[in-house]
């Protein structure tokens, strides 16, 4: 089945650094998605990709899709403690019907 | 702001009985969804539902599990014979076209 991978699995950093995390994937997809979600809460929606090599930015994020469709990474920069939480990416599966496929998602944690 | 509710937060039932996990997508959405997570796991696709059917299944979707809208505005999640490892956070999402909006989840703990 599709599977996407994301790396880092997990990373801990100082407030103020800039992040950088990427995700994955066997198939194409037509649409990726960052989620970002809080201990005993659903996925948050942060950024969504519609073309490949589209940069969008959302305040401190950025993402870009990957020109080959197969991947993307998502950039936080200035982080802050309240950027503590595990960061999904999802591609968008379109073939007939839509279906959103989750990576294993990266562990942040930002040390004060 | 518009968004996906779920009731209850937390559901803890005994094993072989059945639950109903309940959702209230936002009203103009066209495409509902349930996902799960197993503590500290992924989020795994079970079902999407559109047009008043099921559009896609996962292998996790067996015939344990139904889906139903039953009115205007509510999408459930019945699980007929619940098993130990049916415990997780159950997700309910729904979207226009694209961007999926999720739940805060309902935990299942089944004992």
């Known amino acids: 089945g599709q599977q996407l991978n994301q790396s880092p699995q997990s990373m801990f950093i100082q407030e103020g650094e800039d992040v950088s995390m990427n995700c994955t994937s066997s198939s194409i997809f037509n649409t990726w998605l960052w989620y970002k979600q809080e201990p005993g809460e659903g996925p948050v929606l942060l950024i969504a990709?519609?073309?490949?090599?589209e940069l969008t930015s959302n305040g401190r994020l950025t993402a870009q899709f990957g020109i080959t469709r197969k991947d993307s990474f998502l950039n936080i920069s200035a982080s802050i403690p309240s950027d503590v939480g595990i960061y999904f990416c999802a591609g968008l599966t379109t073939s007939g019907t839509y279906k959103y496929i989750f990576g294993t998602g990266t562990r942040l944690k930002v040390l004060a | 702001e518009p968004e996906v509710t779920q009731t209850p937060s937390h559901q803890v039932t005994q094993m072989g009985q059945e639950v109903i996990l309940r959702c209230v997508p936002i009203s103009n959405h066209l495409y509902f969804y349930w996902y799960r997570q197993i503590l500290g796991q992924k989020v795994e696709f079970l079902v999407s539902f559109y047009n008043n059917e099921i559009s896609e299944k996962s292998e996790i979707f067996d015939d344990q599990f139904s889906v139903e809208r039953p009115d205007g505005s509510n999408f459930t999640l019945k699980i007929r014979s619940t098993k130990l490892e049916d415990s997780a956070m159950y997700f309910c999402?729904?979207?226009?076209?694209?961007?999926?909006?999720f739940g805060q989840g309902t935990r299942l703990t089944v004992v």
């Open positions: 999402a729904s979207s226009v076209s694209t961007e999926a909006f």
């Open positions: 990709l519609y073309k490949a090599g």
